[in-house]
Structures are given as structure tokens and as C-alpha cells.
């Protein structure tokens, strides 16, 4: 028999205590939240990139990290609770801005070293880390290698980007994601439309591209999203 | 008597029916007479700043090329070139506002455009049609997911008023004093290398 209300569990049923933790997630957590409006889907998935990537700063304060997905509440929080700042730039509004649908104009030189000076306009060595997320898998060959190599120039030695490649073996549209720090392991991943990438990229090709700097590391994830760990 | 057919019965009387109270004189109650207030298209949060009295407001057709300095809480719906400025209040950049300077006042909500950094001593909020270049200072932060942020956000919390020292009673030995007990909090005060 059920009863309405608050003693609907009297006779039976399940009871939950109040303020019980979750158990500690034995296998990769993956939980599908409402979404919000206007976004597609919402994920939450374990990151092995973002733990190495919080390990490598651990203990550090007041850094500044850069962060090219677009400034939201959970991560400026995030970020700012540990103690740093955090230099927060849309990348990609940034880049249908200025380049629209052209893929062509994104060779010209002019327009390369405009858009550079729209979102990485920096001193040399004035971050501490950078959070790139997905974005660069949408930019074509000489806009991604000059943002690479300016990216290279404005963070300094010794410091840690996490960047993110989807891992599909033909171009098709991807997901686009925000991606929202959950806890230093833990990434929600918000789903913004679909985008086809400007290249594939495999093991080797990424090593190629960030050859400039110190060490790559990989993680493969079940989004078939190459998480990428670059030391300068 | 009691063979009597039902219709040769004398009809029944009808009760009449009770008569229904008197109305109850009613007092009129005077009721506060309210302002009546011109239909506007400022956001409700306008309306509410202005209710509470005390609100200087910039609309949208008005252009103003210079420094601002408030003491009052501030809605800048217009076109600002240079600094904004109303330390102990708060300043509210509507939807079709543009500030080109920097805007240091005790609360900033930025629904319009920004092109300078924001010190807030309190709070900052970036609603989600917002577009902001520039840094952010504050003790707290929101940010409505859309706005669009350029800059460095840093979060400085007030510092704590300090306690009054109670009296010296002089007890301690000459010996060393003790040592300060190391803080286990990291101190967010600006990137610090």
C-alpha cells in the first residue's frame, strides 16, 4: 500500500538517507543531465588529461592559466578557488568572426596575424598553462600552425597545455563542446551543435604539430576525443 | 378531516424568505496613493534600483565623453568614452549600453558592452547578452552562461577587519616568541610568481 506524501515509504519502499554520498565511482562515470536550454546534450565523464594536467600544477598558486573555450561559471570558479586567475577568451567566436565560413582566408597571412592579435596577443611567457579544450581541431593548416607556434611562445617553460583532437578517421561533422570542470579529474562535457574539423588528426600527426615543444602525452577517450598533454 | 384530497388542502404559506442582512456599511479604506509612473522599457531590474530611490540613470540616446564619478547607484543604458567610477554603489550597464573605460564601483552587472576591466569590491555579474574585454577584479564573480568574457578574471577577497588587541599583560619570557602559525589557505591576491 502506498501512501501519499510523506509517509509514502511508512510500509516499505525505498528509503534514502539524507546527505549520503554517492559512492565513489568504481568505473568511468557517464551521466546524462537534462540538458539545458538551448544545448544539446549534457555528459560527465572521468578525464585522465585534466588529472595529469591539475597533477603538474598541484601546489602552485596565484598562476595564471589561459583558457580558449570560453569563460563559464564552473570553470572561473574552479580555477579561482584553487587560488590562480584566469584569462578567459571565446576562441572560437573569435575565429567565425573574423574568418566566417572562409575557410580559404584562414592562409592569408594578414588576416592570420589579425586574428593572432585578437586572441593571442601576449607577452612572451605570460601564462602558466592553457586550457585550448577542442578548438584547434577546427583551424586549417597555416592558421593552426601560427596559433600553435604563438601559443608555444606566450606560455612559459616548464608549463602544461591540455588539448583535446576528436580521433575520427574521416572528416565529419563532431560534436562541439563546452567543456566545464567538474572536479580535477572530472569534465562536463555540453554539447553546442556539430562542426566539421579542418584536418584528422592521428598519434603522429599531433606529435608533428606541437614538435616544437617539450613532451606530448595521449589519453584516448570514449568520445573518441584525443586528450592531449603538451609540456613546453 | 383526514380524507381530505391533497388539492382541497390549504396551500401551505411560504415561509418568505429571511431578509438578507443589511449591507455592512463599509469604511472606506484609504489606500497609500501610488505614484503613477510613465510606461518604460527599462528592465525590471531598472525599475527595481529605481524604486528603492537613489539611482542616476544614462539612457540609451545619451552619449557622454569623459569620466563619471558617482555616489549614487548608476544604470548606463548610453555610450560612455572614459572611466566609471562609484565606489560604494552599484553600477548596472543595461542592454544597450557601451562603456569604453574602466568601471570601478562596489557591484557591476554588465548586460551591454564593456571595453575596460571591471573592479567591483563586491561582485561582478556578466549576463548572458553581455560582451566584456577587459579584466575582472572582484570578490565574487557570476557569469551567466553565454556572456562573452575577454580577459583575465581574478577573484580578490576583502581582507578581514582586524580584530581590537586586547590590553598587553606582559607574561611571555624573554625566550624567542612563538612563531606565527603558517596559513594553509593560498592567498588570491594577482598572479604572484
Redesign the interface.
Known sequence: MQLPGPLKGIFGGRSVTPGAASPAPSQPLRTHAAP?RGEDSVLTRPSRGLEEFFAYIRGQ????LLELG????QN?SFI?N?????????FL??LNETFGDDKVDQSNPGRIEYFLRQTLDHPDGHF?GVLIWDVLGYLEPPLLTAVVERLRRVVRPKSYLLAFFHSDDKLQPVPVYTFRIQTVSELQLVQRGTRVPAALFNNRGVERLFGGFDSVKFFLTKERLREVIVKT | MWNRRREEEPPKPIAPPPPSPPPVAQTPVLEPKKEMKPVSSMPVGRLDAESRGGTANIGKAVRINGDIHSEEDLYVDGNIQGKVEALKNKVVVGPNGLVQGAIQAREVVLHGRLTGNVLASERAEIKKEARLEGDVNSARIMIEDGAYIKGKIEIVKPEPVAAAKPPAVSVASPAAAPAAPASSSPTPTGAQR
Open positions: 539545458r598558486y596565484g598562476l595564471t570560453g569563460a563559464t561559471q572561473v579561482t584553487l587560488g590562480h586567475s584566469l584569462y578567459s577568451l571565446d567566436q573569435v602558466d
